[in-house]
């Protein structure tokens, strides 16, 4: 295995073996589940033949989680252990979803949401993860065989918070998540892949508990997103409740218990639905024993009552287009994702904002799932003649607190990613050898405006006069759209250790705790696995290196940076005949970053060579025409 | 840091002249090329090592496509590039004529709320921004070309400045559609 293998385009995937892969939407009323069997998107049913699974998880029963359906069929009876749109509970704080839980009964402590039910205390990050390992056991059932990996998709306005909350859960439920993806650009290639145009993309993402506007431009096979935007809490569930309130106050309940209004917001969501293709609906409330009255609910009152929803949408269409620098007469396509979109009056309200009709074809609560089963099978190379590269954008910006309590933004939302950007602190006062961090995202300019995302304490700096150490943080936003922050003194390149405290959500020994609780493997076990693949990816490295200054040791680096990295390979080599994990893995890391920037000037070298071919095709193509 | 050890700068890691003209289309074309050697989705099959420098070099083609196309990025890292960093560059005075013209175009935005026909004056002030725009763009770049850093870095604080006010309008247009 070469150590920088640089993919010729059209001669880069030709992988033999297929590989299992799906392409799950984690959605916020319902899920599901897709996969390309022969070159053709394929949604998975279950063994009845359903295709969409309810995003509710029933936790009445001590002994068994009930998921979708079945766990749906509690609701009347059960509310309070029924969760559902759990996905809107997905790494927030407390204080942010008040209303939205109200239904539930929460721990009274931390800022951390806890449900509280029958079968004890449960987080989102496990409701969620049982949803999520009911559709790959779907899935496992439809190969027969094992699930190698997944694409898992977010709403691109989703902070980092709610991704690691979507990744931990993913891990939870036992699944290899190959790339999180965002829902739009998810949407955008679906339609991208059937039409192969090119042009500029609207993607209008409605779903059950977010809004969701990005804007791509899609050339040659690559999709770039230029911009995106949205609202975290805005979705079907809204218009379900202004219908409710609508009808509330229609019929004169005011505070009605848990199971009367559940039943009435269920009554709600089917008159909804009836209405996307007829001019009147029934909103039948005949569970009400005073009154035996049906509703009428017409597309004109519905459109009346979800008039102002429709304006905020619209008004994050205006940014979005402002942010991606173009005009909606720049717009070539447009696409609708989310049941939402099915209601007649926002595809009328789209069409004329965007001058164009929308884009159809692809069933609007299907795309994302099609779409991200097409990157999944691209990103293992499955798919041998497609070259499609998405490229994504960071939603909101990253900051950190300065004094005053205010943000220091560092990098702005709408980055392209993945992105690295580093920035100098330094002491204030003398011998000072710690320093802390606090990491927000937002673009609000107070830090009690924006979401807290981490606080860093690095150690380990070398006491200096004050200002005069230079300590540089680097933060990196991968491309899943999560940061990773590192730090090192620079005047001394003493590597400062940080230390990570989520702001929020589960730290790495609870997930630890809640997987080996899930495994019923005993604890060697799980410690046999871990060494063995420890084992696998140093030999790996090894190899790799071997390979690597055999070819290109003696042009890129110096006798003595030669030595360095081979010291350290002879140290891994030796340490391997042993059976201590920790040492293996610290001394595998330390190679690791210590052949970094050997690698990254083999990259380069082939990139620049990579250029400097097709700048003489250039040549040539030009000469010939 | 391996960083000044690449390619020597942006414009050779785009295989482009180095200038303050960009031929944008051509930049485009380069920086899907570069991302299709580079992005982490091409190297999602890769060892974890692998993977790491594809999430690095990416992300340095990131940088510096967002540096390149920007005019106003391009010009201070034009000029970081001849030895003027960017305090310093803010250091350089900008002329009287331009900073009264950019107040007079501030107090236009800021007085946007108040007025009855905002669209249209939102309408006059972008279409004075552009012409500073194109006046500046000019200025920077007949100094730049003489290799005259010094007189150039005014324009390129000029740049920041339209850049700035840019965002403003953006955002005042904006209130006023919210507001109705």
């Not at chain 1, 790494?91 to 449900?115: Q, V, Y």
């Not at chain 1, 987080?123 to 997944?150: C, H, K, M, Y």
């Not at chain 1, 024993?289 to 008039?307: G, H, M, R, V």
């Not at chain 1, 979005?320 to 007469?329: E, F, P, R």
Request: overall charge negative.
């Amino acid at each position: 295995m070469a150590l920088m293998k640089i993919t010729e385009p059209g001669a880069s995937f030709s992988n033999p073996s297929r590989k299992n892969v799906i392409g799950i939407d984690l959605g916020t009323t319902n899920s599901l589940v897709a996969t390309v069997k022969q070159g053709k998107p394929e949604v998975i049913s279950d063994k009845d033949g359903y295709e969409l699974l309810p995003s509710v998880v029933y936790y009445g029963h001590k002994e068994r989680v009930y998921v979708g359906s079945d766990a749906l069929e509690f609701a009347d009876s059960n509310p309070v252990d029924t969760l559902m749109s759990v996905k809107r509970f997905l790494g927030r704080e407390k204080e942010s979803i008040a209303s939205e839980a109200s239904m539930h009964k929460l721990t009274p402590e931390g800022d951390d949401i806890n449900f509280v039910t029958a079968s004890g205390i449960v987080n989102p990050v496990q409701a969620s993860a049982e949803i999520l390992s009911t559709l790959s056991s779907r899935a496992r059932d439809f190969f027969q065989e094992d699930i190698e990996g997944a694409v898992i998709t977010v709403p691109a306005y989703f902070n980092d918070a709610q991704r690691q909350a979507t990744k931990d859960a993913a891990r939870l439920a036992g699944i290899n998540v190959i790339r999180l993806l965002n829902e739009p650009t998810a949407a955008a290639l679906a339609y991208g892949l059937e039409s192969k145009e090119q042009g500029v993309i609207a993607v209008y993402d409605l779903g059950g508990g977010t809004f969701d506007i990005s804007i791509l431009r899609l050339h040659a096979g690559v999709f770039e997103v230029i911009a995106t935007g949205g609202d975290t809490s805005l979705g079907g569930d809204d218009i379900d409740l202004l219908i409710y309130n609508w009808l509330a106050e229609e019929i004169g309940v005011a505070d009605p218990d848990f199971s009367v209004r559940r039943r009435m917001l269920a009554a709600v969501k089917v008159a909804k639905e009836a209405l996307s293709d007829s001019e009147a609906a029934v909103i039948d409330t005949s569970f009400l024993d005073e009154s035996d009255k049906c509703f009428e609910i017409t597309q004109a009152i519905l459109s009346s009552i979800i008039e102002p929803l429709v304006m905020r949408t619209i008004l994050a269409c205006r940014r979005c287009l402002k942010d991606a620098g173009v005009t909606s007469m720049e717009i070539d396509n447009v696409v609708m994702v989310g049941g939402s979109t099915r209601i007649v009056s926002i595809q009328k309200s789209i069409s004329e904002f965007f001058g164009r009709e929308p884009l159809a074809g692809i069933d609007p609560d299907n795309v994302v799932a099609i779409g991200a089963a097409q990157q999944a099978n691209i990103l293992v190379g499955n798919d041998s003649t497609n070259e499609v590269l998405l490229i994504d954008v960071t939603p909101l910006s990253l900051g950190i607190e300065t004094m005053g309590g205010l943000v220091e933004k560092i990098i702005h939302r709408n980055t392209a990613i993945p992105v690295t950007r580093a920035q100098e602190f330094t002491t204030y006062k003398d011998g000072q050898t710690g320093l802390k961090l606090h990491v927000v995202q937002g673009e609000r300019e107070l830090v009690v405006d924006c979401r807290s995302l981490a606080n860093f304490e690095l150690f380990g700096i070398p006491p200096m006069v004050a200002g005069s150490a230079r300590i540089e943080v680097t933060f990196q936003v991968d491309a899943d759209g999560l940061l990773n922050v590192t730090a090192r003194e620079k005047t001394t390149g003493r590597e400062a250790s940080v230390n990570v405290q989520p702001a929020l959500g589960l730290d790495e020994s609870e997930i630890s705790a809640m997987l080996e609780k899930s495994f019923s493997n005993a604890e060697s076990d799980i410690n046999a696995r871990k060494m063995a693949e420890q084992r696998v990816h140093s030999n790996q490295l090894l190899d790799c290196l071997s390979a690597a200054i055999e070819q290109d040791g003696d042009s890129l680096l110096s006798d003595s940076e030669k030595n360095d990295i081979q010291l350290l390979m002879h140290k891994l080599e030796n340490l391997l005949i042993s059976e201590d994990f920790e040492k293996i893995e610290h001394a595998t890391e330390t190679l690791a970053q210590a052949s970094e920037s050997f690698a990254m000037l083999r990259m380069d070298r082939s990139v620049q060579a990579a250029l400097e071919g097709k700048r003489l095709n250039d040549l040539t193509e030009e000469a010939e025409s | 840091m391996f960083k000044s050890e690449l390619a020597k700068d942006y414009f050779a890691l785009f295989g482009i002249d180095k200038s303050f003209e960009i031929d944008a289309v051509a930049l485009a074309e380069r920086y899907r090329f570069l991302q299709r050697q580079s992005h982490p989705d091409m190297h999602a099959s890769g060892d974890p090592m692998e993977k790491r420098i594809a999430l690095q070099y990416s992300g340095y083609v990131n940088q510096a496509y967002s540096t390149l196309r920007d005019a106003n990025r391009r010009a201070f890292y034009l000029l970081e590039l001849g030895g003027i960093a960017e305090n310093e560059v803010n250091a350089f005075p900008v002329d009287q004529e331009f900073l009264f013209e950019q107040m007079m175009l501030r107090d236009k935005i800021n007085d946007l709320g108040d007025c009855d026909d905002a669209l249209s004056v939102i309408e006059e002030v972008s279409a004075s921004l552009a012409r500073l725009q194109i006046d500046v763009e000019a200025k920077f770049l007949k100094f730049y070309q003489q290799d005259k850093f010094e007189q150039a870095a005014p324009f390129a604080n000029c740049l920041q400045y339209l850049f700035k006010i840019k965002e403003e309008l953006d955002r005042s247009e904006l209130k006023i559609l919210e507001e109705g």
